[in-house]
């Protein structure tokens, strides 16, 4: 079964469009955010702060979250987030200078809040519908369209924030969010609710309790989560400011390094996905890590660093959507919404505790080279955390 074949499906096929014009929105959005803290004259720490802001809500929230997506009726859910996301977009228009950037780090976390609450409940609702082999292609269907999003939203986004202003870009998005409500009213979903009889703090603590029973499913919620350590937004606007500005204008180099690393966010399933299994897992892993140490040698030069940042990418959507297909298949139908909210905050965490290791790093004095190597190497130590894993728990499957 191939990628067509899934989107046969049409509430896979809905969805996936739905998450195109959203997902486009975000990252189209996201390179006017950080070009406009550092056209105010960001500090590394504030820059590392925005980034985490976006992250922070998926950590501090996941209890509520998960118990949301298992109590509320999916589209009903959807249509307030992407209300919500229209809302804190527009408001961003209002930021004017770095004595509000506070207010900016509130609006990126309640619509990073909602966009985490409604990434969750997608990830719950696809095992509802499919399975196995079409499930593993809807994950990275899913992946992939992020990645195309993240490449398209990044370029396009540096280019109309460069050009245009920040103001536009923040309208522009609130439009494509509007768009994706209005295609959400053609969605229908027919599957078989799983009915909630109990009361919400018995949700929450039963939900907690099948969690730390499932030792596996913490262990595949822990690899998941080192993918957070590709969280490269601070790292990225660093090279940008610090390294690149001499050269390119700083929403285009924001613009055009993400754009670059998308694309091998884009192209890499479609070379690896069909190769990689619970028996090689931890090859990707160390190929991962040798990306990001090359990246790092090639941080010297702008052109260079492209390419660096292209291999990088290369690894990263099967890893993603690899590891979390592997968590989705050992969760109980019933306990899905509240062990993918868990899930996406360690994951969350991680990108989180990224950010500011790379902001405070930098104030340390340590160089952006270095930063970027310390990245690399960690995947190298979870390669072999995936060996110990496998050899204890997957081969006696």
């Given at each position: 079964m191939?990628?067509?074949?899934t989107?046969?499906?049409?509430?896979?096929?809905r969805?996936s469009?739905i998450?195109?014009?959203?997902?486009?929105?975000?990252?189209?959005?996201q390179?006017?955010?950080?070009?406009?803290i550092?056209?105010?004259?960001?500090?590394?720490?504030?820059?590392?702060?925005t980034?985490?802001?976006?992250?922070?809500?998926?950590?501090?929230?996941?209890?509520?979250?998960?118990?949301?997506?298992?109590k509320?009726?999916?589209?009903k859910?959807?249509?307030?987030l992407?209300?919500?996301?229209?809302?804190?977009?527009?408001?961003?228009?209002?930021?004017?200078?770095?004595?509000?950037?506070w207010?900016?780090m509130?609006?990126?976390?309640?619509?990073s809040?909602?966009?985490?609450?409604?990434f969750?409940?997608?990830?719950?609702?696809?095992?509802k519908?499919?399975s196995g082999?079409?499930?593993?292609?809807?994950n990275?269907i899913?992946?992939?369209?992020?990645?195309?999003?993240?490449?398209?939203?990044?370029?396009i986004g540096g280019?109309v924030?460069?050009?245009?202003?920040?103001d536009?870009?923040?309208?522009?998005?609130a439009?494509l969010y509007?768009?994706a409500?209005?295609?959400?009213?053609?969605?229908?979903?027919?599957?078989?609710?799983?009915?909630?009889?109990e009361?919400?703090?018995d949700?929450?603590?039963?939900?907690?309790?099948?969690l730390?029973?499932?030792?596996?499913i913490?262990?595949?919620?822990l690899l998941h989560?080192a993918?957070?350590?590709?969280?490269?937004?601070?790292?990225?606007?660093?090279?940008?400011?610090?390294?690149?500005?001499?050269l390119?204008?700083v929403p285009?180099?924001?613009?055009?390094?993400?754009?670059?690393?998308?694309v091998?966010?884009?192209?890499?399933p479609f070379f690896i996905?069909?190769i990689?299994?619970?028996n090689n897992?931890?090859?990707?892993f160390?190929?991962?890590?040798?990306?990001?140490?090359?990246?790092?040698i090639?941080e010297?030069n702008?052109y260079?660093a492209?390419?660096?940042?292209?291999?990088?990418?290369?690894?990263?959507?099967t890893?993603w959507?690899?590891?979390?297909?592997?968590?989705?298949?050992?969760?109980?139908?019933?306990?899905m919404?509240?062990?993918?909210?868990?899930?996406?905050?360690?994951?969350m965490l991680?990108?989180v505790?990224?950010?500011l290791?790379i902001g405070y790093a930098?104030?340390?004095?340590?160089?952006?080279?270095?930063i970027t190597?310390i990245?690399?190497?960690?995947?190298?130590?979870?390669?072999?955390y995936?060996?110990?894993?496998?050899?204890?728990?997957l081969?006696n499957d």
């Amino acid at each position: 079964m191939n990628y067509l074949d899934t989107l046969k499906h049409p509430v896979i096929r809905r969805l996936s469009l739905i998450q195109f014009i959203s997902y486009f929105g975000t990252w189209f959005s996201q390179v006017a955010i950080f070009s406009m803290i550092v056209s105010y004259g960001a500090d590394e720490i504030t820059i590392a702060l925005t980034a985490a802001m976006a992250m922070l809500p998926a950590v501090v929230l996941a209890p509520v979250i998960g118990l949301i997506i298992d109590k509320i009726e999916f589209k009903k859910l959807m249509s307030i987030l992407l209300l919500v996301e229209i809302s804190m977009t527009l408001g961003f228009i209002f930021i004017n200078s770095l004595e509000y950037v506070w207010v900016l780090m509130i609006l990126i976390f309640i619509r990073s809040g909602a966009a985490s609450m409604l990434f969750s409940a997608e990830m719950a609702l696809f095992p509802k519908l499919v399975s196995g082999e079409m499930l593993k292609n809807t994950n990275e269907i899913h992946s992939v369209i992020w990645s195309i999003c993240y490449a398209l939203g990044m370029a396009i986004g540096g280019i109309v924030t460069y050009y245009l202003g920040f103001d536009l870009a923040f309208i522009a998005d609130a439009i494509l969010y509007t768009i994706a409500v209005l295609l959400l009213i053609g969605l229908h979903i027919d599957i078989k609710r799983v009915e909630q009889h109990e009361s919400n703090f018995d949700m929450l603590k039963n939900g907690f309790h099948y969690l730390v029973s499932q030792k596996k499913i913490l262990h595949l919620i822990l690899l998941h989560a080192a993918i957070g350590l590709t969280s490269f937004d601070a790292l990225i606007t660093l090279l940008a400011d610090l390294k690149y500005k001499e050269l390119i204008a700083v929403p285009l180099a924001i613009g055009w390094m993400n754009a670059t690393r998308a694309v091998g966010l884009m192209l890499g399933p479609f070379f690896i996905s069909k190769i990689v299994s619970k028996n090689n897992l931890h090859y990707f892993f160390i190929a991962q890590g040798l990306a990001i140490m090359l990246w790092s040698i090639l941080e010297y030069n702008f052109y260079l660093a492209l390419i660096g940042l292209f291999i990088t990418g290369f690894f990263i959507t099967t890893l993603w959507s690899y590891t979390y297909l592997l968590i989705q298949e050992e969760t109980k139908p019933e306990f899905m919404g509240r062990v993918i909210s868990y899930n996406d905050m360690f994951f969350m965490l991680s990108n989180v505790a990224t950010a500011l290791f790379i902001g405070y790093a930098s104030t340390w004095g340590l160089s952006l080279e270095g930063i970027t190597l310390i990245l690399g190497l960690g995947f190298i130590f979870v390669a072999f955390y995936y060996r110990w894993f496998r050899k204890h728990y997957l081969l006696n499957d």
